[in-house]
């Protein structure tokens, strides 16, 4: 069975652009782990989140009671016109730390 060019380019595309989306979405994982679990010690949870989030990610934390809740999104590089736009999260839970002055956003 033979495949033409275009669809080999197609699929070489659709490769590369999946391998990004893992390692955005690894990205994503390890910013808001490291976000949450700075907020829980009572640091700024935001430098945390930025030091590992990939270019273009948003971080979200939330505090509720004694756990805080870190979310990070960021846009996958498409590479080729033809395949849509997406968009990969990680989140992270952490309690907070006895002791600790409270969680920091």
Not at 62 to 81: C, H, M, Q, S
């Amino acid at each position: 069975m033979a495949v033409g060019l275009p669809a080999l380019m197609f699929l070489l595309v659709a490769g590369l652009t999946a391998v990004d989306a893992v390692t955005t979405r690894a990205g994503c994982v390890d910013a808001a782990r490291e976000a949450a679990l700075a907020a829980a010690r009572g640091e700024p949870g935001l430098p945390a989140a930025t030091r590992y989030a990939p270019a273009g990610a948003e971080v979200t934390l939330t505090v509720t009671g004694d756990r805080v809740t870190a979310t990070v999104r960021a846009p996958v590089r498409t590479f080729g016109t033809r395949l849509p736009q997406s968009t990969v999260s990680g989140a992270a839970v952490a309690a907070v730390e006895p002791g600790a002055p409270g969680p920091a956003s």
